[in-house]
Nanobody, 121 residues
Framework: QVQLVESGGGLVQPGGSLRLSCAASGRISSIGTMGWYRQAPGKQRELVARITRGSTIDYTDPGKGRFTIYRDNAKNTVYLQMNSLKPAATAVYYC???????????????WGQGTQVPVSS
């Protein structure tokens, strides 16, 4: 069984910083693109940033400027460093990854369970 487990969320004050982590576990052959999405209350889930195995990065508008995505392929982990946070960044943040399982040797898309990031004073 393959799992994505996020950590690092929690209440942060406006202007503060937070680093989210997402570790993939299980019988994994390889991991392709990994990304972070977020879903604010009453809104659709949206892409924040994604990174390929070779570290090509895309940021969408929510992630540009204040967020940095990076990964450690040896640890099957992707990170999202968030700086100068604003209340508008309040959301549940989800990890996403394309993972090839050893059992099937085919790629499937996986989601983490989400981690809450409230930005409030």
């Amino acid at each position: 069984q393959v799992q994505l487990v996020e950590s690092g969320g929690g209440l942060v004050q406006p202007g503060g910083s937070l680093r989210l982590s997402c570790a993939a576990s299980g019988r994994i052959s390889s991991i392709g693109t990994m990304g972070w999405y977020r879903q604010a209350p009453g809104k659709q889930r949206e892409l924040v940033a994604r990174i390929t195995r070779g570290s090509t990065i895309d940021y969408t508008d929510p992630g540009k400027g204040r967020f940095t995505i990076y990964r450690d392929n040896a640890k099957n982990t992707v990170y999202l460093q968030m700086n100068s946070l604003k209340p508008a960044a309040t959301a549940v943040y989800y990890c996403n990854a394309d993972i090839v399982r050893i059992a099937t040797m085919s790629s499937n898309n996986y989601w983490g369970q989400g981690t809450q990031v409230p930005v409030s004073s």
